[in-house]
């Protein structure tokens, strides 16, 4: 197989990872998405009628370092689209809490998708 010498080393999963043990299918999840790219799961504790993270394959651990493979990212914010397509409006809030003092308490970096908002009165708050 030709190696790409741009392209950044596939980072190895964690095996301390909650993310990679559902993108490895080993943790339960009730999933949305999958593909050979990132994998979408909804929220254990939904903040939104729909609220669903969206994840790279390769454990990363926030956006910053996602940002080195650029084409995932895309493809991670195309994704959260199509979610929010298909589960609500169109219409949606992406989040990615990047750092423990941001809140960030899962380090897999992760998008969460907001969506169907303007049916209810609730608040998303802190995520
Ligand atoms: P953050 O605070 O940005 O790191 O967000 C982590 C999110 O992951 C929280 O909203 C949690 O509710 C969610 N979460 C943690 N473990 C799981 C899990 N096993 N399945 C689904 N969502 C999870
Ligand atoms: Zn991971």
Known sequence: MTQDASAPAAPAADPDCVFCGIVAGTVPADLV??????????????????H????PREHRRDVRELAAVPETLAHLVDV???IAADLADGDFRLVFNTGENAGQTV?????????GIAQTESDTGEL
Do not use: C, E, N, S
């Open 52 to 55: 669903v993270l969206v994840v």
């Open 80 to 82: 959260a689209g199509q």
């Open 107 to 115: 380090l897999h970096v992760h998008a969460h998708v907001l969506a």
């Open 33 to 50: 998405h999958a593909d050979d790219t990132v994998v979408a799961f909804r929220d254990l504790a939904p903040k939104a009628p729909v």
